[in-house]
């Protein structure tokens, strides 16, 4: 079951609720950049392997989201065993160079934030 298909109901065509709020949870972008990181389809769970700190019914929740938004596809195998294999779409890979810059914008002032944090923290504390 596919939960915040529209995500807020007061604003339905407003892309910042709609679809911001669906990638920027803990996992989506992190998927994203993991499948987009391979030549080819990935096995969940090495999909898992690759994000070992996202629980098996996260990862579900968040490849359902991604793959009901168009960005991962979801290819099942009539074997046995089951074989399910998961792709960035095309349109998965138009979000990339996003999310790289935003990976970027991160890693350039990841330092600096958290100097922030603290010195924050500690102004809060006195």
Not at 35 to 50: E, H, N, P, Q, V
Not at 66 to 83: K, N, S, T
């Amino acid at each position: 079951m596919l939960r915040d298909i529209i995500v807020d109901p007061y604003f339905p065509d407003c892309p910042i609720r709609n679809i911001l709020s669906r990638i920027s949870d803990r996992w989506s972008m992190l998927i994203l950049y993991t499948l987009d990181g391979k030549d080819t389809a990935m096995r969940y769970s090495d999909i898992c392997a690759a994000i070992p700190d996202i629980s098996q019914k996260m990862l579900t929740v968040a490849l359902r989201n991604l793959e009901a938004d168009g960005l991962v596809l979801r290819q099942a195998y009539a074997e046995i065993p089951p074989r399910v294999e998961y792709c960035i779409t095309e349109r998965g890979k138009s979000l990339m160079p996003h999310i790289n810059s935003l990976i970027e914008w991160a890693l350039a002032n990841l330092a600096d934030i958290l100097n922030d944090r603290k010195k924050y923290s500690s102004n809060k504390n006195h």
